[in-house]
Each structure stands twice: as structure tokens, then as C-alpha cells.
């Protein structure tokens, strides 16, 4: 087995394990003062902000060259009233993967880019029950869409963890 941990430049600290997956809770524009809107919830999986704006938790996969694993961020995506919809009807609904692809904005700012993250066109891909759908940003010179459409190396998977685990300020 393939030691995955790190000298961390932001502690100077050995970490045992190098994490491949980082998550947000919530999509970027929801904020403690919707809790008590009736027209908007947060839960594990959906988010509707004051019942116009619809959001799906999901996967955003970048494969990692020289690992086993793939690296994986757990985003927030917006989707069109009809296509949240259609999402939630068929979410217990066994081949519920066949559905086409939605088009969707990216609702999660990912700090380890050098230019934001909030609103690149993506694709979302209904899974199979029980598994969150994933993302495919639209292909672009944006850091995100290069990564996630060439691949990273472990190295740059160390320097996600550094940032995230050490951040500055």
C-alpha cells in the first residue's frame, strides 16, 4: 500500500492520510438568516432558497493520475425549477440514471483556485439511487475544468489539503 502521507508546509506537521474528498454544506448562497424563511430549507441532499432558486448536492470528480483514487468535491449545484422537479420526483426511482443530463451553475465557491468557482456551466448526471449525481464542468480554460478534464497528481492533491487544513488568516 502506497503511503499517503505528507509533510504539511502549512504546519510543518507529518499528516497520516491525505484526504481525497472535501465537501460544502450548504450552496454559497445560503446564509443562518433563511433558516427561518418559510419559503427556503436546507437539507442533506436539496436546497430551495426563498422558492425561486433550486439546488442539488453533488459530485464533482477529478481523476488523480498517479493514484488509485480519485479526488472528489462534494459541490452544490442549481437547477432549473423544472429539472429540480423532475430530480426529486425520481429520487427514489430505480433506473432513475437514465435521465438525461441537466444543465446546472456550480453553487460552491472551491477556495483552491486562483479565480472563483460560482457559476461555471456544468452538467449533472443522475446516479443510481442512493448515490449523489455528479457534475462535469463544461470544458474551458478555468483551473476547475482543466483538472477535472486532464487529471491532477497526487502533489496537487497535497496542495488542496494544505490550503483547506491550513488556511491563512
Same mark, same amino acid.
Given at each position: 500500500?502506497?503511503?499517503?502521507?505528507?509533510?504539511?508546509?502549512?504546519?510543518?506537521?507529518?499528516?497520516?492520510?491525505?484526504?481525497?474528498? $472535501? &465537501?460544502?454544506?450548504?450552496?454559497? $448562497?445560503?446564509?443562518?438568516?433563511?433558516?427561518?424563511?418559510?419559503?427556503? #430549507?436546507?437539507?442533506?441532499? !436539496?436546497?430551495?432558497?426563498?422558492?425561486?432558486?433550486?439546488?442539488?448536492?453533488?459530485?464533482? /470528480?477529478?481523476? /488523480?493520475?498517479?493514484?488509485?483514487?480519485?479526488?472528489?468535491?462534494? %459541490?452544490? %449545484?442549481?437547477?432549473?425549477?423544472?429539472?429540480?422537479?423532475?430530480?426529486?420526483?425520481?429520487?427514489?426511482?430505480? &433506473?432513475?440514471?437514465?435521465?438525461?443530463? $441537466?444543465?446546472?451553475?456550480?453553487?460552491?465557491?472551491?477556495?483552491? $483556485?486562483? %479565480? &472563483?468557482?460560482?457559476?461555471?456551466?456544468?452538467? #449533472?448526471?443522475?446516479?443510481?439511487?442512493? !448515490?449523489?449525481?455528479?457534475? %462535469?464542468?463544461?470544458?474551458?480554460?478555468? =483551473?476547475?475544468?482543466?483538472?477535472?478534464?486532464?487529471?491532477?497528481?497526487?502533489?496537487? /492533491?497535497?496542495?488542496?489539503?494544505?490550503?483547506?487544513?491550513? =488556511?491563512?488568516?
Amino acid at each position: 500500500m502506497i503511503d499517503q502521507g505528507f509533510v504539511c508546509r502549512g504546519c510543518g506537521q507529518r499528516h497520516e492520510g491525505l484526504p481525497f474528498s $472535501y &465537501g460544502a454544506e450548504a450552496p454559497a $448562497y445560503w446564509h443562518d438568516g433563511l433558516a427561518s424563511d418559510e419559503r427556503s #430549507v436546507l437539507e442533506d441532499e !436539496t436546497c430551495i432558497i426563498q422558492a425561486q432558486h433550486y439546488f442539488v448536492r453533488a459530485r464533482l /470528480v477529478i481523476p /488523480v493520475l498517479d493514484a488509485e483514487d480519485d479526488f472528489d468535491w462534494g %459541490v452544490w %449545484v442549481s437547477l432549473s425549477r423544472d429539472n429540480f422537479r423532475r430530480t426529486t420526483d425520481l429520487w427514489t426511482t430505480p &433506473g432513475r440514471e437514465q435521465e438525461p443530463a $441537466y444543465f446546472g451553475w456550480l453553487s460552491t465557491e472551491l477556495p483552491a $483556485y486562483p %479565480v &472563483g468557482t460560482l457559476n461555471l456551466k456544468t452538467e #449533472v448526471h443522475t446516479e443510481p439511487v442512493g !448515490t449523489r449525481p455528479h457534475v %462535469v464542468v463544461e470544458p474551458s480554460d478555468h =483551473p476547475l475544468s482543466v483538472e477535472q478534464h486532464n487529471g491532477i497528481l497526487v502533489k496537487r /492533491v497535497q496542495e488542496i489539503a494544505e490550503l483547506l487544513l491550513h =488556511p491563512e488568516g
